[in-house]
């Protein structure tokens, strides 16, 4: 039921662009994406639904694949401040209760 | 402007103590509640959520617990501490039913069982 993320941790330079993604073996209602800091909450990103939608926000952007149930999250031109781990939540279809489980998380460290 | 409170930051307890967490929620009303745990360097396990006063659903048999004796309070609690309760626990709040909002999470409380 966990979602899968890969990949589990990547490292860039400054100005590159990164994709993490995320997989589910189960039919998806939501997912959401969030960045943690090193030694603090998480922060909420962005949640696409059902219906196959793309957001943005600043130069991270995301995509669902509800037929294949995976999700990609896109951070183009990366800047020193997008260092940290990325977890996805995923929602069950099967049960809309806003109970969301997360993957393992992909950790991204940029370089200057 | 919605808030969240969770206290305290840091905690070490012996093993066989009891342990009691708490969060509570500002600037809103009938949100959903949950509790996460992270192990050092790991990911986030759902120990338990609530959708409304006295609704508990639990999703880790262990020796925890947890209360929502008012609507914007969420308890998490323990008679007796394992040294594998030791990790960072955080609790977060969701806007009732409303699927388009993500999850606000407290600061956290980073406990460690000795």
């Known amino acids: 039921q966990q979602p899968v993320q890969s990949p589990q941790a990547v490292i860039l330079r400054e100005g590159e662009d990164a994709v993490i993604n995320c997989s589910s073996s189960k039919a998806l209602y939501s997912v959401h994406w969030y960045r943690q800091k090193h030694g603090e909450a998480p922060v909420f990103l962005m949640i696409l639904l059902k219906g196959g939608e793309q957001k943005g926000h600043e130069k991270i952007s995301a995509s669902f694949n509800e037929k294949k149930q995976q999700s990609s999250l896109y951070l183009t031109a990366s800047q020193l401040s997008y260092s940290g781990t990325y977890f996805c939540?995923?929602?069950?279809?099967?049960?809309?209760?806003?109970?969301?489980?997360f993957g393992k998380g992909t950790r991204l460290h940029i370089l200057p | 402007s919605q808030t969240i409170h969770q206290w305290p930051a840091t905690l070490v307890q012996p093993v066989g103590s009891p342990l009691s967490l708490e969060c509570t929620v500002e600037?809103?009303?009938?949100?959903?509640l949950y509790w996460y745990r992270q192990a050092a360097g790991r990911g986030l396990q759902l120990l338990f959520y609530?959708?409304?006063?006295?609704?508990i659903s639990s999703e880790v048999p262990q020796n925890l617990s947890a209360s929502r004796p008012q609507d914007r309070q969420f308890i998490l609690s323990s008679k007796k501490l394992l040294l594998s309760d030791s990790g960072f626990y955080l609790c977060?709040?969701?806007?009732?039913?409303?699927?388009?909002?993500?999850?606000?999470f407290g600061s956290g409380t980073r406990l460690t069982v000795v």
């Open positions: 939540g995923t929602g069950l279809l099967m049960n809309r209760d806003d109970k969301i489980i």
């Open positions: 609530s959708v409304g006063i006295g609704q």
């Open positions: 600037g809103t009303s009938n949100p959903n």
């Open positions: 977060a709040w969701s806007a009732h039913r409303e699927a388009n909002y993500g999850y606000t």
